[in-house]
Nanobody
Framework: QVQLVESGGGLVQAGGSLRLSCAAS????????MGWFRQAPGKERENVAAIGWAGSSTYYADSVKGRFTISRDNAKNTVYLQMNSLKPEDTAVYYC????????????????WGQGTQVTVSS
């Protein structure tokens, strides 16, 4: 089992940066693919980034490509989402998720979810 706790959200002006962290507990973290999802009010949850267990495979939604970077530190049981050049449309609750494979993340069907952290980008 994997428990996930996100942190790092907050209020930032457009063009600014934030780094989200997701601390995981449980032995399965180092063999789990990880993903970051977001959900804005009135919108469906969107997968914005994913990373394989070894960190060598990554995926980004077109809406964040070139601005967001996902990474992981298996020694610290932590996955990160570096968000640069933030836009008001990036405003959402961001969720960390764990899955058996990156394919499962991309299918929007991860096994474990964090509680979410709010990111608000002002114009």
């Amino acid at each position: 089992q994997v428990q996930l706790v996100e942190s790092g959200g907050g209020l930032v002006q457009a063009g600014g940066s934030l780094r989200l962290s997701c601390a995981a507990s449980g032995r399965a973290f180092s063999t789990s693919a990880m993903g970051w999802f977001r959900q804005a009010p009135g919108k469906e949850r969107e997968n914005v980034a994913a990373i394989g267990w070894a960190g060598s495979s990554t995926y980004y939604a077109d809406s964040v490509k070139g601005r967001f970077t996902i990474s992981r530190d298996n020694a610290k049981n932590t996955v990160y989402l570096q968000m640069n050049s933030l836009k008001p449309e990036d405003t959402a609750v961001y969720y960390c998720a764990a899955a058996p494979s990156i394919v499962t993340v991309l299918q929007n069907n991860p096994t474990y979810w964090g509680q979410g952290t709010q990111v608000t980008v002002s114009s």
